[in-house]
């Protein structure tokens, strides 16, 4: 029977016929292929530590030329083989949880503390993805911890929705009548791309991209790529208090199986969205 270690070395094997890439080239080019491969997850499975999973197996052999699918076949069959040995790592239902249901008043809290965000941002390694709707709150204040991280050499990808699409027609609707209005929203989106436009100036290492999409959550993520990753999640709500929305945590040296899941769709919808062009002038929204 073929072992983790066993189908390791062969992946290994294979990265080092191809002139031993490094994991965090490797990392971006899946980024901009849509094709996600977090660098602690694929070192782990080229270590040996924990199989891939079988989208992680496939897109590390796209990166390294093997597409056809009579290629590909053979090591997702002895993945198979692999992981018939395995237990999951993502309970299938609150019955397969070793401890039991978890109450939701101890996974979920109400706000979140904007203080602690610019914490984590400053203290950010490599990267910070930032992903809401306007994010029209938390631009602002943030400020000087996204210039302090950019100035600092961090990578930062933003995304927002489209001003004009049908993103934002549905976070007005989201927002009810209570909330801000359409043109309102649009003020605070023009007046958070002009901010990002200043940070643009002070290095290379800001990203901004919009998309017509209006995303379930909004997602703050530090260090995705790497063993200490951690994400913060706040669930959208119809008609509700903006400051009590449920947020909760994922840790990748906790949640492995899924952290990797929220960095699978945030790296889908980057590849989904439109670069916006912060060296440009002010678009008319």
């Given amino acids: 029977m073929i072992t983790v270690a066993d189908l390791a070395k062969c992946m290994r094997r294979l990265h ?5 890439i490094p994991l965090r080239e490797l990392e971006t080019w899946g980024i901009g292929h849509d094709r996600p491969m977090r660098k602690s997850t694929l070192g782990d499975a080229l270590g040996g530590k924990r199989p891939p999973s079988p989208q992680l197996l496939r897109n590390f052999l796209a990166s390294m030329n093997v597409r056809d699918e009579t290629s590909v076949r053979p090591w997702l069959e002895a993945l198979d083989r692999v992981l018939n040995g395995q237990t999951g790592a993502r309970a299938g239902s609150y019955a397969g949880r070793e401890a039991g249901p978890v109450a939701a008043h101890r996974f ?20 910070v993805w930032l992903l809401g709707t306007t994010l029209s709150m938390h631009v602002p204040y943030l400020e000087p911890a996204l210039r302090q991280a950019i100035s600092g050499g961090r990578n930062l990808r933003i995304l927002l929705i489209e001003p004009d699409g049908a993103a934002m027609g549905m976070s007005v609707l989201r927002a009810g009548p209570s909330g801000l209005g359409r043109q309102e929203q649009e003020e605070h989106l023009s007046n958070n791309l002009a901010i990002l436009r200043r940070l643009a100036a002070v290095g290379p290492h800001l990203e901004v991209r919009l998309i017509d999409y209006l995303a379930p959550y909004t997602l703050y993520a530090y260090d995705p790529g790497l ?5 913060e999640m706040r669930l959208g709500s119809f008609h509700g208090d903006h400051y009590l929305r449920p947020t909760f945590q994922v840790d990748r040296s906790r949640d492995d ?4 899941y929220f960095y699978e769709q945030f790296v889908s919808m980057w590849n989904a969205a439109t670069s916006y062009d ?3 002038e002010e678009p008319a929204c």
Avoid: P
Avoid at 16 to 20: E, F, K, P, Q, T
Avoid at 108 to 127: G, H, P, S, T, Y
């Fill in 16 to 20: 080092h016929s191809d002139g031993r």
């Fill in 108 to 127: 979920f809290v109400e706000n979140d503390k904007v203080d602690e965000v610019a914490r984590l941002i400053r203290n950010a390694k490599e990267q």
């Fill in 227 to 231: 063993d200490t990753g951690l994400m």
């Fill in 257 to 260: 199986a899924w952290f990797e």
């Fill in 278 to 280: 912060l060296l440009g």
